[in-house]
């Protein structure tokens, strides 16, 4: 019991500490006025431009840099953002959330423009918000333009969706004619971060002075966790009417972390693997028998499981979803003792097992939690769905919930 103590507080400390621990890294810090300087920039997984960044100064203290004082701040090796007085649209572009007709709305706005890419002509900036993401490009000393993107559902045409490509006019109006290339990338460009960065690197004949380094959609992340094990033993033997065992046990987990779609940042897959310890006990008693039995199980795991972030906000997502487990089990410590309950005085003596153990198994796990900047906090129950015992006539099953706590690397 203290061990189970002792890992029940290492998990809720674990998000304390890992918030405590904030990852900055050398940038360079543009003011308003042109002069420039090296800070230690505080670096998140920006999922949203961001409005204000932390700075760390050489005595150790912490100092903010927003839309007031900061023209441009970029971090070393990673991304970049830039102050822009722009005009938004918005409409939006995400299903099922589309409108039934055009939608023209602008609105002004002072922001953070992340730069994508950006060449001896045009630049490509996105702007990132809970309605959308827009991209941007910008001239050589001019101001940065929305590329215009809607999609609608024409009710009048039955529902039919109807997609409206201005983005492709104004990049065209970028290009000359010695550039056929970018011409054809045009025409088959969607909106989105990859066919549009083709598109700018082709208008600045493939010279590019910066590329925003894009995050990999993959991350290891390790954890922990504490499970909750129900064995229940039905059929004809004399065990079957025991009460189902209930075990606690922790085990540690690690795997990885695939976001499947960068740009939307809205459905991941874990791939996880684990391993636990369960020592089960069963009891049962009649008017003629009494009967106990006892065995230790191993079990790993991998688990590919799916997740939707129903929320999603920077550093706070809710997330659910459900997967597919395959379970690997090993078996130790298997004793079962029998009673003649009707014989006076009798003692309980060891028996011949005749049952087996199925050493694989597949369940399906369904997924619940919560995330907070790298740390996940996630709710899993699970139960498998074959038979894990082979005496004949009689069946046992397993249901497993489990909560747990891991660090995602990276994110």
Known sequence: MRTLKHYLSTLLLLPITAFGQ??????QVTALN?????????VVNWVTNPRNFILK?????????NLTNTAAIQVNGGRRFERAVIRKSLNRIKYPRIPSRPDNRMVADTVFLEVLAEGGKVALLSLADSIKTRYFVRKTGG???????QIYRAREQGGTIIEINTFREQLTSLVNDSQPLARAAINRATYNHNDLTEVVTLINDNEIAFKARRSSPVRFMAGAGVAHTAFTISGEAGIAGSKPDQIISVYPLIGVEWTLNPERNNAIIHLTGQASRAKAHFYSI?????????????????????????????????????GF???????????????????PG??????????GFQSLSFSVPLRAGVSFGKIDAMLTWSKELTNLITLVDTSMGMSRTSVSLTYVFGR
Do not use: M
Not at 290 to 313: A, H, I
């Open 22 to 27: 904030a990852t900055f890294k050398q940038g």
């Open 34 to 42: 042109g002069t420039a300087r090296s800070a230690e920039v505080r």
């Open 57 to 65: 100064a050489p005595n150790g203290t912490h100092e903010e840099a």
């Open 143 to 149: 101001a940065a333009e929305e590329l215009r993107y």
């Open 286 to 322: 009649n008017d003629r028998l009494e009967e106990t039995k006892n065995f230790t199980q191993w079990s790993y795991s991998l688990s590919p499981v799916f997740l939707y972030r129903l929320y999603n906000r920077q550093n706070f997502k809710i997330v659910a979803g459900a």
């Open 325 to 343: 487990s395959a379970n690997w089990f090993h078996y130790s410590d298997d004793r079962t003792t029998l009673r003649q309950v009707e014989l």
């Open 346 to 355: 009798s003692k309980p003596i060891p028996a011949e097992n005749e049952d």
